[in-house]
């Protein structure tokens, strides 16, 4: 095959063969195809889209790039989450210990934030100790002795997709759907369980901002893990406002605990319960995920789950030195609470990273002080921002600027679960 070829065809529209889709990937990630290329394929992509069939073969053939783990001696079902990703969005945390408390096996291969989002793994290491590398006998001792394991993904896994999606993130080719699809789908299958719930996220926090086009990500994906084998559903939910009261790594830990413990804001006990109920359905266990968080056995998985990564459940999370309260300019509702202002305000104030070497800072972010639909009276604070390095406190403050909107009247509650697609 000539990779010229192959985009002057996606470029005009045509369909690629499974046998050059094949050919295209693994030239690729072996450094045959240049990445000029590939970026001129993504753009194509990006605008001429992927037949299910086309899409199928791309994301098979990106799991062949690398090993596929099958998790050898677990008594128990191993099912697995992933979020397409938002701000505030710790539910990984409790959900993990959750279901393993209930008797489901969890891997949980997870990856660092970038931009506004933030990463499972930058979340945990706030905790004293805590290590995400974890070798894959390791991993799986792991899985059998306490049940959850949250930890880095390997190289192993899909290496086309680390090429690729670097590729994407500087090419203006993220967002597409069929590359979104195939790039978390790839690393999903790969981690070999049997069965995944994906939480498709929709605001404008999200990758996707609109709901067809979240509805459209998600079908897809559920086809994908389909089509290899592994018992996929998804749940849409809403990312126009950040998930639960925090935002930021030790901020975040610290409300997943509450959860655990019995409490936590209602928003993030319900998706939790509701994903983990997504996630028995997939492993055939009948436990009733709300006595478990009630009795405190997810607690004592937590405890033991941090502990098995050298992590030190009792130990006093970071806090940031500095801290700067919002407050209300007028009186009357809170209208909006914007997922995407709060995530970048907190990225600024170095709960993120710009660039992959960058390190976060562990007590920087933002604790919400108010939600949409509360009343306040100007001056009432909104929000505290927290770091380590004062001088983000403007950068945070540019942030929000026209994120939070107070008004006059009684904003409709949007429903946090829109949809289910199976
Ligand atoms: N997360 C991924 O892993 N890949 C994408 O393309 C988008 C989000």
């Not at 998706?271 to 997810?298: F, I, K, Y």
């Not at 709060?342 to 920087?364: C, F, H, I, P, Y």
């Amino acid at each position: 095959y000539s990779a010229v070829e192959l985009i002057r065809s996606k470029r005009d529209g045509h369909t690629l063969e499974p046998d050059a889709i094949r050919w295209l990937i693994d030239a690729y990630t072996s450094g045959r195809v240049a990445d000029e290329q590939m970026s001129a394929m993504a753009m194509a992509v990006f605008f001429r889209g992927m037949t299910d069939a086309e899409l199928s073969v791309w994301t098979q053939a990106m799991i062949d790039t690398g090993e596929r783990m099958t998790l050898p001696g677990l008594a128990r079902p191993t099912v697995d989450k992933h979020s397409t990703g938002g701000v505030g969005d710790k539910i990984t945390l409790p959900l993990a210990p959750l279901v393993a408390a209930c008797g489901a096996a969890v891997p949980q291969l997870s990856g660092r934030g970038l931009g506004h989002t933030g990463g499972t793994l930058d979340k945990l290491e706030s905790i004293p100790g805590w290590r995400a590398e974890l070798g894959g006998d390791e991993m799986l001792a792991q899985l059998r002795d306490v049940g959850a394991v949250v930890c880095a993904a390997g190289t192993g896994l899909a290496p086309a997709d680390r090429k690729l999606y670097a590729l994407r993130d500087v090419t203006g080719t993220v967002e597409s759907i069929p590359l979104i699809a195939s790039s978390i789908m790839s690393k999903k299958i790969a981690e070999g369980a049997q069965g995944l719930v994906l939480d498709v996220k929709v605001g404008s926090g999200a990758f996707m901002t609109n709901e067809p086009a979240a509805r459209e990500l998600g079908e897809r994906m559920v086809a994908l893990g389909r089509d290899a084998g592994v018992r996929t559903v998804a749940l849409l939910t809403d990312m126009d406002a950040p998930l639960g009261l925090t935002i930021g790594n030790a901020l975040e830990v610290r409300e997943a605990v509450e959860v655990l413990a019995g409490g936590g804001p209602g928003d993030v006990v319900e998706l939790t319960l509701a994903l983990a109920r997504e996630m028995l359905a997939l492993a055939g266990l009948d436990a009733d995920p709300a006595e478990v968080l009630a009795s405190g056995r997810a607690m004592d998985v937590w405890r033991r789950m941090i502990a098995a990564q050298g992590g030190d459940p009792d130990a006093p999370l970071p806090v940031a030195r500095h801290s700067e309260v919002v407050a209300a300019e007028a009186s009357g509702v809170v209208q909006r609470m914007d997922a995407m202002a709060l995530g970048v305000a907190s990225w600024r104030l170095g709960a993120g990273r710009t660039r992959k070497e960058d390190a976060v800072q562990a007590g920087a972010g933002i604790e919400l002080l108010v939600r949409p639909g509360d009343r306040v009276v100007a001056g009432q604070g909104l929000l505290v921002c927290h770091t380590d390095t004062p001088e983000a406190f403007t950068a945070a403050r540019e942030a929000l600027a026209g994120g939070i909107e107070i008004g006059e009247q009684s904003a409709p509650p949007r429903p946090l679960i829109i949809d289910r697609i199976v």
